[in-house]
């Protein structure tokens, strides 16, 4: 996986965010991550739970031999849980995290849709909220066809969470 | 470069190649810090995360006499320090300043290298004043003042040959060994790993358990018998002994004695404690800094010692051994001890703790692993910053250890690091709990039972206990300590295994127990550690994961709950 794409600073600028990203739904809205990040989309598979973490670190899985960390996105983003179905997916991502490393997590989403190209025209800056508790994991919207796509930071989300990415 | 002093890496090879590897990789950790800084300037972390290599190459280019590539890496050490204490904002001259820096002390490095492979060397030293005198200029000038330095001077000097470095380094001995990529020797272990645990499900799977073939079942016990012995070889190939890190000690506590003007006298003992390859290289970073920390803040000078009726000379000692299924190192002396009426004050001030709050002896003494503490009341060349115990512990911790403090005042103070075997497989017992699976390591066990309803006593404010033989031991239910939902809750149906562990027993109170298996630790990833409690994961023979216990850590956590009274 190339590291230039863990590099992006926090959303200045949308500019830099056109390229291929792979959607995926959570509740009634549309996702993106960029392609770059996505080692692989799997079926949901047992999790086992592990102690002292925040309800939305559902446990560890085995991928083939490696343990990897497990991320609710709807408990993450405080929204009501959901059993999981044939149509939940986990989709397991290259994390940046401190010290210019990378490490593999799993995500779990409602489900998986599509992989397009969005341009660099078809976005915009994320609407200033303020300070918010999830800092920048919002990295842009794009707007397609009278849809809005949420671009997520998957680093600032998830590589900067103290209580998930310990030290 | 002017360094006299190559003597010392080249009586020693091995010491040579430690170093120069490891600088190396300092290196190039701040090379990838630094682009991050450039994007967050006031991010305390990274200018954390940047300092720390060049604190350590300086100390271990002090230690063996590369003069220039100490006083730059001081330099830059400096202009850091203060940008970590907000009293300089690191901008783009700065940013050019240290990656300047990298590269002048990356190309230093490969010099060494080339020059002790018997090649010509090059002169460094004008390119090295120039730099110092930039980042000494910068340093000063303070945050106001923001005039760009003059560029470093780019006249690269080519690096010398690289091809066939490594002759130089060999020797004449003709030891019947065989020099392998370690990156080969890990990925044959992963393997090797990976073949047990297949194993393992081949050997546990319904379709072969319900065969009652003997042909097949002789081939699975030799399958079985191979693959255990495959892991022994393997494992063993990546222990080392830590005699070379000890060694490098001694010329440490040496130089140390030089600089600091203290009589001392080191003490070694256990060199021949074989220990993981990766576990001896990453600890010799900690013990380096420990045993500079004891030097500067536990030996007294010689007149103090006289006055206690002490021996002249300050003693280290250093030592390795194996104890109940870990690597113990201890390095202690006998100086004053830590003071902990100091620490706390110092604690106090700097606002790592609150001075309302009274804390225990232990917990005084763990505040001198918190990032930033430092009680020398001067920056001295030898201990520096109150950075060294930070290090530390977290070099510690990766490697899954722990370290503990015993200090005694006026006496001394040991610093004990107990490091799990790491990589090695372990027999494990596995154990249900609600619907979840544990692993947990039989060297903890003591014994297990199914306690008789008068067995167990409920004492009110504090919750169970039972009785062992003539002991009675605090129960401690697993699913209160993790929050296991649907486990079983009366102690007469389920089983208690007494944790051996000193410094007391402990019964936990568990549903089932499944049986015995030989298991590969993963670890949790980057990303989980530190879970109290828990020493890693075991992929079991259905491909499911169960987390390994870590009795230490279970009765800490039972020590941080209130009494559950639960019943």
């Given at each position: 996986?190339?590291r ?14 056109g390229?291929k ?8 809205e ?16 047992d ?8 309800p ?8 083939r031999?490696k ?22 997916c986990?989709?397991?991502?290259d ?7 990378t490490?593999?997590m ?13 341009s660099?025209d078809?976005?915009a800056?994320p ?13 842009a919207?794009a707007k397609?066809k009278?849809?809005?796509?949420i671009?997520l ?6 590589g900067?969470?103290?209580?998930l990415?310990?030290a | 470069?002017?360094d006299?002093?190559l003597?010392?890496?080249?009586s ?9 590897s ?25 200018l954390?995360?940047?300092?720390r290599?060049f604190?350590?190459?300086?100390a ?13 890496a ?30 002048l ?12 492979a ?14 110092i ?23 690269e ?6 091809g ?5 380094l ?19 272990v992963d ?5 047990a ?10 379709h ?6 003997e ?12 693959t ?5 070889g393997?494992i ?7 005699r070379?890190?000890f ?50 803040h ?6 103090t010692?006289?006055?206690?009726g ?10 390795a ?8 190192i ?6 004053s ?7 706390h ?21 763990a ?12 920056l001295?060349?030898i ?8 290090v530390?512990?977290?070099n510690?911790e990766t490697?899954r ?9 006026g ?17 494990g ?13 039989t ?10 309803r008068?067995r167990?006593h409920?004492?009110?404010g ?12 605090p ?5 209160d ?12 149906e389920?089983v ?7 410094p007391r ?15 590969v ?13 828990v ?14 216990l ?18």
């Amino acid at each position: 996986m190339p590291r230039e794409q863990s590099a992006v600073p926090a959303a200045s600028s949308t500019q830099a965010f056109g390229g291929k990203y792979l959607t995926f739904v959570l509740d009634a809205e549309e996702y993106a991550v960029s392609v770059l990040k996505v080692r692989e989309i799997i079926k949901v598979m047992d999790i086992t739970s592990v102690p002292q973490l925040p309800p939305y670190v559902k446990g560890v899985i085995n991928l083939r031999g490696k343990v990897i960390p497990v991320v609710d996105l709807r408990l993450k983003f405080g929204m009501a849980a959901k059993d999981y179905s044939e149509r939940t997916c986990i989709i397991v991502v290259d994390v940046a995290v401190r010290n210019g490393r990378t490490v593999l997590m799993g995500v779990v989403v409602d489900s998986v849709s599509d992989v397009m190209n969005i341009s660099a025209d078809e976005l915009a800056d994320p609407p200033d909220f303020g300070q918010t508790a999830d800092g920048n994991c919002v990295q842009a919207l794009a707007k397609i066809k009278g849809t809005v796509k949420i671009l997520l930071n998957l680093d600032s989300m998830l590589g900067a969470d103290e209580e998930l990415v310990r030290a | 470069m002017a360094d006299p002093d190559l003597a010392a890496l080249q009586s020693d090879p091995e010491l040579a190649t430690i170093f120069l590897s490891e600088a190396f990789d300092h290196l190039s950790s701040v090379e990838a810090n630094v682009l991050t800084l450039e994007a967050a300037p006031d991010d305390r972390k990274t200018l954390n995360d940047v300092f720390r290599p060049f604190h350590t190459i300086k100390a271990a280019a002090g230690a063996l006499g590369l003069a220039s590539v100490e006083a730059l890496a001081h330099r830059v050490e400096n202009l850091l320090d203060r940008a970590r204490f907000g009293e300089h904002r690191i901008g783009a001259a700065e940013i050019e300043l240290i990656l300047a820096s990298v590269d002048l002390l990356t190309s230093m490095m490969r010099d060494v290298e080339s020059r002790l492979a018997g090649y010509p060397g090059n002169d460094f030293d004008d390119r090295c004043a120039i730099l110092i005198v930039a980042l000494d200029r910068l340093t000063e000038s303070g945050p106001a003042d923001r005039q760009v330095p003059a560029a470093p001077p780019q006249d690269e000097i080519r690096d010398p040959p690289q091809g066939g470095r490594k002759i130089g380094l060999e020797g004449g001995s003709s030891q019947a060994t065989v020099k392998v990529d370690t990156r080969k020797l890990d990925s044959l272990v992963d393997l090797v790993g990976e073949l047990a645990i297949v194993q393992s499900m081949i050997h546990q799977d319904p379709h072969v358990l319900g065969k009652a073939d003997e042909r097949l079942n002789r081939n699975l016990a030799q399958l079985h018998r191979i693959t255990s012995e495959l892991q022994r070889g393997s494992i063993a190939m990546r222990l080392v002994p830590i005699r070379q890190t000890f060694q490098r000690m001694s010329r440490l506590v040496r130089d140390l004695g030089h600089k600091s003007g203290k009589a001392l006298d080191l003490v070694v003992s256990g060199e021949d404690t074989e220990l993981d390859r990766k576990v001896v290289e990453e600890i010799s970073d900690p013990l380096m800094h420990m045993l500079r920390n004891s030097v500067d803040h536990g030996i007294e000078d010689a007149e103090t010692r006289r006055r206690a009726g002490k021996p002249p000379q300050g003693r280290l000692s250093l030592s390795a051994y194996h104890e109940g299924g870990h690597v113990v190192i201890a390095v202690s002396d006998d100086g004053s001890g830590l003071n902990a009426e100091k620490i706390h004050r110092k604690a106090v001030a700097q606002q790592l703790v609150d001075p309302g709050v009274p804390l225990s002896e232990p917990e005084i003494h763990a505040l001198i692993f918190r990032p930033g503490f430092s009680t020398a009341n001067e920056l001295t060349e030898i201990s520096g910053r109150g950075i060294g115990m930070d290090v530390v512990r977290r070099n510690v911790e990766t490697l899954r250890g722990r370290i503990e403090i015993q200090s005694t005042s006026g006496v001394g103070a040991t610093f004990i690091i107990k490091l799990p075997l790491t990589l090695a497989t372990i027999e494990g017992l596995l154990l249900s709990v609600g619907t979840q699976r544990f692993v947990l390591p039989t060297f903890a066990v003591r014994e297990s039972l199914r306690p008789s309803r008068d067995r167990t006593h409920l004492i009110p404010g504090q919750g169970w206990v039972v009785q062992v033989r003539e002991e009675l031991l605090p129960l401690v239910r697993l699913a209160d300590l993790f929050g296991i939902q649907g486990a079983v809750s009366n102690p007469d149906e389920a089983v208690v295994i007494v944790l051996e562990d000193h410094p007391r027993h402990m019964a936990l109170m568990v549903d089932q127990l499944l049986g015995k298996q030989e298991i590969v630790i993963k670890s949790l990833g980057e990303a989980l550690v530190n879970i109290t409690g828990v020493a890693g994961g075991a992929i079991l023979a259905d491909g499911r994961i169960s987390l390994i216990l870590d009795a230490r850590g279970l009765m800490r956590l039972k020590q941080r709950e209130a009494p559950s009274y639960a019943a």
